[in-house]
DNA sequence: CCAAATCGATGAACCGATTCAAGGACCCCT
DNA sequence: AGGGGTCCTTGAATCGGTTCATCGATTTGG
């Protein structure tokens, strides 16, 4: 037996296919005695009610939303910061019964579920790695959407944070403290997975805006400090344990003066470094303080809590889902805030670090 | 200027519709020039790529599956149990390259994305509240589904754990270790949102099967290790903090007997229930033992460190996922295996219990 | 009692593609 | 020249609804 149709209906019971949409769309239309003729044919020949298909390329609208990723669903939905954007991102939904899906943009394919293929009213663009494929993707593809963490991006909405400004006030609440001597945990600077020290020609060449801006936050203040940049050195990972840990072997390897503090452009990194410390047997902040990223529920319940930039990924979540569907393009900027905790303490007395200055000058990175 | 169609190109490049389908679709089977010809007038009137909704109309696929859970999306994405779960889900989703969405069949409500309204390849149905009602609103769907944690069903897919099984070896432990006076925290019973402590007559009108199987298995334990039933008080909740301290409030009030030992069908309720004992004043596991149910990740982290069962959550996504994608519709049972940690202790001795009891009650804060 | 308003139902246009049987053009071979 | 293949391309059917102008019938108003 195939598939019942509208039409179907319609014929078994003598009335037009018009009339049957009604008693299923706008039953107060149709006259009562004829609506329940309707009724008991449709379920005569088993039909289930319209079929959503025709109904969305009829009326264009799906109720559905997409949050795209250029990550695996995976990785998306285990990494603390895409929970809380996907838990804020729902929160509108459900106050307005639309869907969520996720969609994955990582590798270049079409087929499946992709930008070019999802059946939504609109995305969420979450560049991880602040590209702009996927703002081209989107805008190729003619739907609304809202770029989150991209900066501005003309004739669609965007919803960021003062990266620059945040960095700064994480890298001065260091230097504030007496550090000098600093290492940088930098987020992926452009789609090569490439990890290892960052020199001027490299920082020259960072195709993604989040590093960027957070490279020049950090730096505005160590100029503002006169921290010497030679002293600076950065690390660019892939936000993944692995990689910091190889950051960390770089910076603190032997017979070499290491960074009394740490900047890590996300909490993941932060986390991952403490971990990595640990092992070598160095302590935080005793031997090294660290500051994170992102405050992620994770950040306060570790041990020691850790000092972080918050800022509001949740509200991220929202902002983006309501300028989605309210059709808002303006460029949104949340606030940020220095959170202190434990993971960060005042540098060791200037009279050892002046001692450490006399000897032999450190391999320079940047 | 309206949205171009895939007519509107054939018209321009002067070929028939099919052909232009043909370009995008199965480019080998058109001659270059051709194929170059109507690529150009694609791109001259703005044409983006065949629309996926009329694709689907057509095919009849969406590569798109759901989650279906009797929850808010914010809640299922906020639950260690659900993130798991989708965790699982999305492996086996992004190897396929399928979508995944997550559908709320909170409310009744039929408008926006619902289980009626939903364009997917099928469903993974989840009832945290073991309500046939998703089931029954799957089938009358007629698209393929596999449900998780609800038992067999009929003509679908299934995935479980063998809950009274676990649960007797949960309850096993505790006699083990010596417990005679249990209190137990069990999850909702039906959809009525309902609170309390549970005698014989609830117990006899429980409608989902998830809570009834445990507390048969946690039965089936005591019966073996003689524990009278009048020392055994259950109290239902609804799986969130503010309803296990209500429960801890009731079973630790003060001139009373309190259980040496509690069983919580899940790590979210047993963590709670953690919490409401410290703010009394009550020591994990010095004063009360704490089995768990899910072993979630925060389980282990926690401190102590939970005593619980182990169920393989994200295994069971994956099972689901690839059961749906198979078209398969065993009743599949997965294992599960009791985890001790340091949230469990031997119940304090006979004698002692007795003086505890004679002395006044301590005072209680909470 | 006629005109106007109301109500309910109709029918056809339209949404945007995929697919496949059938036909045309062209080449090879005898 | 004609039979037999290839290789493209076409045309039309199909997927399943929604919507709206229109029309007939019934009420209401004056």
Redesign the pocket.
């Known amino acids: 037996m ?9 014929v078994l019971a ?9 008693v ?3 039953p ?8 329940e003729r309707v009724l008991a044919a449709a379920k005569k020949i088993g ?5 959503p ?3 969305v ?4 609208r799906s109720n559905l939303i997409a949050l795209v990723v250029d990550a695996s669903l995976h990785y998306i939905l285990n990494d603390p910061f895409g929970q809380k954007l996907l838990s804020g991102i729902a929160e509108v939904c459900d106050a307005e019964h639309i869907g969520l899906t996720i969609v994955s943009a990582d590798a270049e394919r079409r087929d499946g579920w992709s930008i070019e293929s999802a059946i939504v009213d609109g995305f969420i663009l979450f560049c991880i790695t602040e590209d702009n494929t996927l703002v081209e993707l989107a805008r190729r593809r003619g739907l609304p959407f809202v770029a989150v963490d991209s900066g501005e991006v003309p004739g669609a909405g965007a919803v960021d944070v003062d990266d620059r400004t945040a960095a700064a006030e994480a890298a001065r609440h260091l230097t504030g403290l007496g550090h000098r001597r600093i290492g940088i945990l930098s987020l992926e600077m452009d789609d090569k997975e490439r990890t290892g020290l960052v020199d001027e020609a490299r920082f020259a060449t960072i195709s993604y805006t989040t590093p960027r801006s957070r490279l020049l936050g950090y730096r505005d203040a160590f100029a503002e400090a006169d921290v010497d940049p030679a002293d600076v050195v950065v690390y660019e990972c892939l936000n993944d344990a692995p990689s910091v840990e190889e950051a960390i072997r770089v910076m603190f390897a032997p017979g070499r003066e290491h960074p009394t503090a740490l900047l890590a452009m996300s909490d993941t990194m932060a986390l991952a470094a403490c971990g990595a410390l640990a092992r070598m047997g160095l302590s935080v902040p005793h031997d090294v303080s660290i500051v994170g990223f992102d405050d992620v529920p994770e950040a306060e319940r570790a041990s020691p809590p850790l000092t972080t930039i918050r800022q509001p990924v949740e509200e991220k979540g929202r902002v983006a889902a309501r300028m989605l569907l309210a059709g808002e393009r303006e460029h949104r900027v949340l606030p940020t805030s220095l959170v202190v905790r434990a993971s960060t303490i005042p540098a060791p007395s200037e009279k050892r670090s002046a001692r450490a200055a006399r000897e032999p000058a450190p391999v320079q990175d940047l």
């Open positions: 195939k598939k019942a149709r509208l039409k179907d209906v319609a003598g009335v037009s296919q018009g009339t049957v949409s009604n299923f769309n706008r107060e239309l149709v006259r009562e005695e004829l609506r039909f289930r009610g319209p079929a298909a025709g109904r390329l009829r009326s264009g």
